[in-house]
């Protein structure tokens, strides 16, 4: 048990016996908190929806929490924001007092703890598992991370140092649970090629690109028009993404966006339909993975500017694909394929994790072969049974099982 986790509890006693608390007045939280055998989850943004998924279903199809199992999964949203946008803003933090600044947002890892920072994005997360369980502020309060990259071979060799020496004293076990892909989206009438190739798209967003005309094989309606390159925000998991997928187009180098370049939320339709220049939408192009496409497909995201509506009555206004479209076609030969890349969804956890006693009262399986591990092929992790890659599915991701041990990204 944490040192917080104890100073919480014996300072909820000591106010219960003097009367300052009364039997039932306990602290309240405003969301539910993980119990102690609750498993938890941090990291990717990208990831958070089909893990949402993956744990409490989706329309008709049930997650593993429907159950009625005792013990239940828990993945927190890496944005504090369903929708998957970036943390909000407060004047107040801003050096003038006037603009937003960021707002960390937190979250309770357990029940009976102290918040603490909202791990947002997969390294954040994966930062955060490495260093759960030798600090005051975590005691394996937090079971796996979300990521779409692969631990390196310096934080494997970090996790397995000895708690005392700050490590987890266990290697990081990865398993591969979805593919998703990244495509580039436009507007649905639109002055971009049918085709842009990732050489294209490393000489827009560095600036060398301007109009469409200097895109070698341009098929558009308007080559001298000025190309509107919009791309996530820093520190979103969608701007990580695209880049590191443009790297092996400039020599194996990172991109250097140009200051022309346009931030916007990542994952929004409205980055390129709530543009308000007839000209900018024409030309705008922003980087939009097919999970989310989906997502937003299937009605699954109701827009955020609208006030909740009480009465059943009456429907609450989606967000749509309405106005954009990706472009995932291309021709061969001369005019070459258009750009995406196809990413990976992974679970990290403590390798130890698969010692554990069985997680459910009754069952034989601890929570990682339960949820996630193959557990020698049967019986199937949930994230491998029909049920789990159905909700994937749902989620707009291709179910890829793959169970990699102790694998690392190489660097």
């Given at each position: 048990m944490s040192n917080r986790r104890l100073a919480v509890g014996a300072s909820l006693l000591a106010a219960v016996i003097a009367g300052g608390l009364a039997a039932g007045q306990l602290p309240a939280n405003a969301d539910a908190a993980p119990q102690p055998q609750d498993v938890v989850g941090v990291g990717s943004d990208v990831m958070?929806?089909?893990?949402?998924?993956?744990?409490?279903?989706?329309?008709?199809?049930?997650?593993y929490n429907s159950a009625g199992n005792k013990n239940r999964l828990f993945s927190f949203d890496a944005t504090g924001d369903a929708n998957g946008r970036k943390a909000g803003t407060d004047p107040a933090l801003s050096p003038d007092g006037h603009t937003s600044g960021a707002l960390n947002p937190t979250i309770i890892l357990r029940a009976g703890t102290s918040p603490v920072q909202?791990?947002?994005?997969g390294s954040v997360g994966l930062a955060a598992l490495l260093a759960d369980?030798?600090?005051?502020?975590?005691?394996?309060?937090?079971?796996?991370?979300?990521?779409?990259?692969?631990?390196t071979a310096t934080q494997q060799t970090n996790a397995q140092k000895t708690v005392a020496n700050g490590g987890l004293g266990s290697a990081l076990h990865s398993v591969q649970i979805a593919s998703d892909v990244d495509y580039i989206?436009?507007?649905?009438?639109?002055?971009?090629?049918?085709?842009?190739?990732?050489?294209?798209?490393?000489?827009?967003?560095?600036?060398?690109?301007?109009?469409?005309?200097?895109?070698?094989?341009?098929?558009?309606?308007?080559?001298?028009?000025?190309?509107?390159?919009?791309?996530?925000?820093?520190?979103a998991g969608m701007r990580t993404i695209f880049l590191n997928g443009l790297k092996q187009f400039n020599g194996g180098n990172a991109v250097t966006v140009a200051a022309s370049v346009t931030q916007v939320q990542q994952n929004d339709p409205t980055a390129i339909t709530g543009l308000t220049s007839a000209a900018d939408k024409l030309n705008a192009i922003v980087p939009f993975p097919l999970g989310r496409y989906t997502e937003l497909g299937n009605g699954y995201f109701l827009n955020p500017d609208t006030a909740y509506n009480a009465n059943p009555t009456l429907a609450?206004?989606?967000?749509?694909?309405?106005?954009?479209?990706?472009?995932?076609?291309?021709t061969t030969?001369?005019?070459?394929?258009?750009?995406?890349?196809?990413?990976?969804?992974?679970?990290?956890?403590?390798?130890?994790?698969?010692?554990?006693?069985p997680w459910q009262p009754g069952g034989t399986l601890n929570w990682a072969q339960t949820l996630f591990a193959s557990a020698g092929g049967s019986p199937a992790p949930f994230v491998n049974t029909a049920?789990?890659?159905?909700?994937?599915?749902?989620?707009?991701?291709?179910?890829?099982?793959n169970d990699l041990g102790l694998t690392t990204s190489g660097s």
């Open positions: 958070q929806n089909a893990l949402n998924f993956l744990s409490d279903g989706f329309g008709v199809d049930p997650g909202r791990p947002n994005g369980g030798h600090t005051n502020n975590a005691d394996d309060e937090i079971n796996f991370a979300r990521s779409p990259n692969l631990p989206a436009t507007a649905t009438t639109t002055n971009a090629p049918s085709h842009l190739t990732g050489t294209d798209l490393v000489n827009i967003y560095n600036g060398t690109y301007t109009t469409w005309s200097q895109v070698p094989g341009y098929d558009g309606s308007d080559g001298t028009a000025t190309i509107k390159p919009l791309i996530p925000l820093t520190g609450e206004t989606p967000l749509t694909t309405a106005g954009i479209k990706l472009i995932t076609n291309g030969g001369a005019t070459p394929t258009a750009w995406s890349v196809t990413f990976p969804y992974y679970i990290i956890f403590r390798d130890t994790a698969l010692n554990d006693a049920p789990g890659k159905a909700l994937l599915n749902d989620a707009g991701v291709t179910p890829t099982y």
